[in-house]
């Protein structure tokens, strides 16, 4: 499967997911590629810091910030079991390609009132994608979530057939996932039980379970 973290704004947390989606992936044994399809490089950053650490290597990962990663996204799921996309900032050619390469597409958003969540541009770009791709599966994640982490539960029971629908795994505010972006770890890996690690595992299992193969072009 093919899961691409998009949404044009910054700092909603698709890196994050991106990297602790694909860590928790090859935790469970699956081969796992990330594809850092953000010119700013920052998952090939955390990639690079985590070997300066003498980390052991979870998962490839491989730079490919251009319009043809909808042609060379689907080569590399041939030889993997998930492929993660860390989307570009904007939305622009890249945003296409990357949703035209997936089969899910998960839109982190913070809570806040509903139509901030996603630009229209951005979900006139899916709409189109599923011109050619009708199978092509999306879904708001909430992350970020504060103290107010059960109201934000609440939206989420409520949003449940909003189009994208919302998982219902939030991720909460955590310092941990900043210490893990600086020092090329999971926050798994710096401490196992903490809540941000039960989430990520929640939400890799949800994913799991929506049942989402290869969608075929
Ligand atoms: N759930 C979270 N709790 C705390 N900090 C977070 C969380 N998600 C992301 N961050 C922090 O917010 C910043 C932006 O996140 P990032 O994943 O880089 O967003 P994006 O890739 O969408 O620009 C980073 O410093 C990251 O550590
Ligand atoms: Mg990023």
Not at 73 to 95: F, K, Q, S, T, Y
Not at 153 to 176: F, M, N
Not at 194 to 212: F, H, K, M, Q, V
Request: hydrophobic share 45%; with cysteine; proline share 6%.
């Amino acid at each position: 499967m093919i899961v691409a973290l998009l949404n044009q704004k910054g700092g909603v947390g698709k890196t994050t997911l991106a990297l602790h989606l694909a860590g928790q992936w090859a935790a469970k044994g699956c081969s796992v590629t990330l594809i850092d399809a953000d010119p700013q490089g920052s998952a090939l950053d955390w990639s690079e810091q985590r070997s300066r650490e003498g980390l052991p290597r979870l998962f490839g990962t491989v730079g490919l910030a251009r319009d043809t990663l909808h042609r060379e996204a689907p080569e590399l799921a041939r030889n993997c079991d998930h492929v993660v996309i860390d989307g570009p900032p904007r939305v622009a050619g890249l945003m296409r390609s990357a949703l035209l390469a997936a089969d899910l597409v998960l839109i982190p958003v913070q809570p806040s009132p509903l139509d901030g969540w996603a630009s229209a541009e951005m979900l006139a770009l899916l709409t189109e994608a599923r011109i050619y791709r009708p199978g092509l599966q999306a879904r708001f994640i909430l992350n970020r979530c504060g103290a107010r982490t059960v109201i934000a539960r609440d939206t989420a029971d409520a949003l449940a057939d909003h189009d994208p629908p919302v998982l219902r795994t939030a991720i909460g505010q955590r310092v941990v996932f900043a210490d893990a972006a600086r020092t090329g770890r999971l926050a798994a890996e710096i401490d196992s039980a903490c809540p941000a690690a039960r989430e990520i595992a929640a939400l890799t299992d949800e994913i799991d379970g929506l049942g989402i193969g290869r969608v075929t072009p």
